[in-house]
């Protein structure tokens, strides 16, 4: 049963109008945070430089998930502020301890990618460290909640497979932050349906702030969000799939934008593993490079992801019956499947349709656009 401990009395709207605050906030934070944040990556080198495997043509900063991690910060603030102004509130330790968990997450994973982005972190390393913090994502999300402590071992692991994953579709311009508004906005949604405003008001302030980025970062790409911002985002991800699961939310609900990331990854890393390669090796084979690769652009590839967590997202709504009810499994996971499967379809699909054109073409026609690097991604 999910914990109604989470709610503090407010006035019918309250959190409704402190996660606003927090959105636009965080908006404003972002868009003024990044734009300061350029010149100082650019003086201070941290630049990321074009090799085999990426899909950028020039030299871009990275690091721009400092901005956007110290935007989401002010912005939870403010929309706490805004919450407050909405009626007076009841003391409660559990939104105090949403927030703080949250936060700490949140910037415990983005100081770790910081890291990466400044020292080039060995593999071992990185992932010991992302082990312990998800360790500890996992037993304040079940002090939060009060739910079995067996729960630690998936919901940790999980955060670490999700923090990769989404470092690993960090690599078009506007994939990663196109994706954090989808799932922002849903985790909001869901925290405000079954009454955790913690959550809502920590992903309103990010999506906020992912909002003001990600103009620097699409279509053309001024700055990248480094591991710094990945792996924030796979933090805020990890612990809002976390709480729900620990708060009773069906896993179905609880996971749904995050599908796309996970499938993607973890599809493309088995192939690899299955033919002999090293699976944690650079490369260029996850579905969103193969469609830059074959000639689609950034924005287009981003507008793909965004578009895909959505129609999950939307799926997993339309089967839930609410808080405390239950899920339409079956309809729930076909949909799912179906734009899953769909969305990995595509790059034999255009294959296909690049292979026949190139026949024609042969023919007398024009020969197709090849795949440009347009100046973003990070690979």
């Not at 007076?88 to 968990?101: D, K, N, Q, T």
């Not at 796309?260 to 969103?288: C, F, K, M, N």
């Not at 405390?324 to 949909?335: E, K, L, N, Q, Y």
């Amino acid at each position: 049963m999910i914990q109604q401990a989470f709610w503090i009395p407010q006035p019918p709207g309250a959190w409704a109008w402190g996660t606003t605050v927090g959105a636009l906030m965080g908006l404003s934070a972002g868009a003024v945070l990044t734009a300061a944040i350029i010149p100082v990556l650019r003086r201070a080198g941290v630049i990321d430089v074009p090799v085999g495997r990426s899909l950028h043509a020039g030299p871009v900063p990275r690091g721009g998930g400092c901005a956007l991690v110290l935007a989401a910060v002010i912005a939870v603030g403010a929309g706490l502020a805004g919450a407050m102004a909405g009626g007076p509130m009841v003391r409660s330790g559990r939104l105090i301890e949403v927030l703080s968990a949250g936060l700490s997450t949140i910037l415990a994973l983005a100081i770790l990618g910081l890291g990466d982005d400044l020292y080039t972190l060995p593999i071992k390393g990185r992932l010991i460290a992302q082990a312990i913090l998800g360790a500890g994502l996992a037993l304040l999300t079940t002090s939060i909640t009060g739910a079995p402590l067996w729960l630690v071992i998936p919901l940790g692991a999980g955060a670490v497979a999700m923090v990769n994953a989404t470092n690993f579709m960090d690599g078009a311009n506007g994939v990663a932050a196109g994706h954090a508004l989808v799932a922002a906005a849903y985790y909001a949604h869901v925290a405000l349906s079954v009454g955790i405003p913690g959550l809502a008001l920590v992903m309103a302030g990010l999506g906020g702030a992912v909002a003001g980025f990600l103009p620097f970062n699409a279509p053309r790409a001024r700055v990248f969000l480094g591991d710094s911002g990945s792996y924030a985002l796979g933090a805020a991800w990890s612990f809002g799939a976390a709480l729900c699961l620990a708060s009773g939310v069906p896993l179905l609900v609880a996971v749904a934008p995050l599908l796309i990331l996970a499938t993607d990854t973890g599809l493309t890393l088995w192939r690899r593993a299955r033919s002999g390669q090293r699976w944690y090796e650079p490369h260029r084979e996850h579905v969103y490079q193969r469609l830059v690769a074959a000639g689609w652009p950034h924005w287009a590839v981003a507008l793909l992801v965004g578009a895909c967590a959505a129609a999950c997202s939307a799926v997993a709504l339309a089967s839930w019956q609410g808080p405390g009810g239950r899920v339409a499994w079956a309809p729930g996971v076909i949909g799912m499947l179906v734009v899953l499967a769909c969305y990995m379809s595509l790059p034999s699909l255009v294959g296909a349709a690049r292979h026949e054109r190139q026949g024609y073409s042969g023919q007398g026609g024009s020969s197709p656009r090849g795949g440009v690097p347009e100046d973003g991604g990070q690979g």
